[in-house]
């Protein structure tokens, strides 16, 4: 089935590397990614890999996934306090469509 | 710069009373989604359409519950009557196609039933 995991809560300092983890359940997972939610907004969306990739670089994001252990993480260098948010991860699954699940969201406190 | 549409951005209501949310995806997109986002967790999905189809509503709670797309452009969901529990953020998102790809979300519609 379909589970989306990630831990709750992380807090790092201003210039440090964040670094944000999550577990996904099904190995039939197409795109996976990683989403910003700032307080009462809808999801923007940071950036996301191809299955069949193991590292994606986007500036100050890193985006690795194992697919042998189904786990995806987003690293953020030299961190903000811009960049104080929920970050959800999700997956998109193919079940003859494109479903896309998504994890409870972990936020980020970034402590100038 | 294109956006999804959303309205009412906030809703409050009395349990029993009828509520309903509109949605106006990008255009051209095919797949629109409705999720309910509840205080504290991630979004769940709701109901999905390809065109005007509904693709997969399984956790759509259709005693209360309903969504439609009739033109295949913008989306209703309707809940009637509200429960205290449908308390959340009702998020829409718009995909181009069926494909794997960016959903690009609205920013919500916070519904508080009292």
């Known amino acids: 089935g379909e589970d989306v995991e990630q831990s709750l809560f992380l807090s790092v300092r201003e210039g440090d590397s964040s670094v944000i983890n999550c577990t996904y359940t099904d190995s039939s997972s197409t795109y996976l990614y990683w989403y910003k939610q700032e307080p009462g907004a809808g999801l923007q969306l940071l950036t996301y890999i191809f299955s069949n990739m193991d590292m994606k670089q986007d500036q100050r994001l890193t985006v690795l996934l194992n697919k042998k252990d189904k786990h995806l993480s987003l690293r953020i260098a030299d961190t903000q306090t811009g960049d104080s948010a929920i970050y959800f991860c999700a997956e998109s699954i193919s079940r003859g469509y494109q479903k896309v699940t998504f994890g409870i969201g972990t936020k980020l406190q970034v402590i100038p | 710069e294109a956006e999804v549409a959303q309205s009412p951005r906030y809703k409050i209501t009395e349990k029993s009373q009828a509520v309903a949310f509109w949605c106006d995806p990008i255009s051209g997109h095919a797949t629109l989604y409705w999720y309910r986002q509840i205080l504290g967790q991630g979004p769940e999905l709701l109901v999905q359409f390809q065109d005007e189809s509904v693709v997969d509503d399984s956790q759509l709670p259709k005693d209360r519950f309903s969504a439609e797309r009739l033109k295949g452009v913008d989306s209703t969901l309707k809940i009637q009557p509200a429960e205290l529990g449908d308390s959340a953020m009702y998020l829409c998102?718009?995909?181009?196609?069926?494909?794997?790809?960016?959903?690009?979300f609205g920013e919500g519609s916070r519904l508080t039933v009292l």
């Open positions: 998102a718009s995909r181009l196609g069926p494909a794997p790809g960016e959903l690009f």
